[in-house]
C-alpha cells in the first residue's frame, strides 16, 4: 500500500553481521537435524523469527505507522507514545535491537516514536507541540538529522511570519 505520508528509513549496515550470524546458526542446528534441508528450513526459520519479533513487540509502533500512513495523525500520536513509553522502560531491548527483534535500523524506536509524534503534531496543525517533539527529540538524541532538519524548516517558517 503507498502512502501519501514521508517515510525515513535508515539502515544500520553493520548489524547484518549478527543477523547473518544467527541464520548461520539456525542453519546450523537445521543441518544437525535434517541436512538435506537445512537451509531451507534454517532461513524459513529466521525469517519467522524476525518477522514475529518485529510484529509483536513493537505493536504500538507499528499500529502507530499505520495510522500515520492512512492520515489518522491524532489516533497515532497515542500509539507513538505507547512504543516510547514502553523502550523507555525496556531500553535494552530497543539498544540491543539488532539481537532482541532482529532489526538493522540505525534509529531507536524511541527516537522513531519521538519524531512521529512530532510529525503527527504538525500535521493536525498543533506547531507548538509538533516542535517541542522535536526539541525533545533532540535532547534524547543529538545526533539526529530528522529532528534538526525539522526544527530548521519550523524556525525558519516561524522566523518568515515574524518578519
Known sequence: MSSKVPTVRQTDWISIIPHLAIMGIIIFIWYIINPQRAFFLGAGTYLLLSFSLRNFIPKDHRNGIKKLNSENFQTA???????????????????????????????????????????????????????????????????????????????????????
Open 77 to 163: 500520536i497515542q500509539d507513538f507514545e505507547n512504543s516510547y513509553s514502553y523502550f523507555k522502560k525496556n531500553e535494552w531491548i530497543d539498544k540491543y535491537r539488532f539481537l532482541t527483534l532482529l532489526s538493522s535500523s540505525h534509529m531507536s524506536y524511541r527516537e522513531m516514536a519521538l519524531a512521529n509524534i512530532a510529525f503527527c503534531y504538525g500535521q493536525i496543525g498543533n506547531g507548538k507541540k509538533s516542535k517541542e517533539y522535536y526539541e525533545k527529540t533532540l535532547q534524547e538524541f543529538p545526533e539526529s538529522g530528522l529532528a534538526k532538519s525539522a526544527l530548521r524548516i519550523i524556525n525558519s517558517v516561524e522566523k518568515n511570519k515574524s518578519q
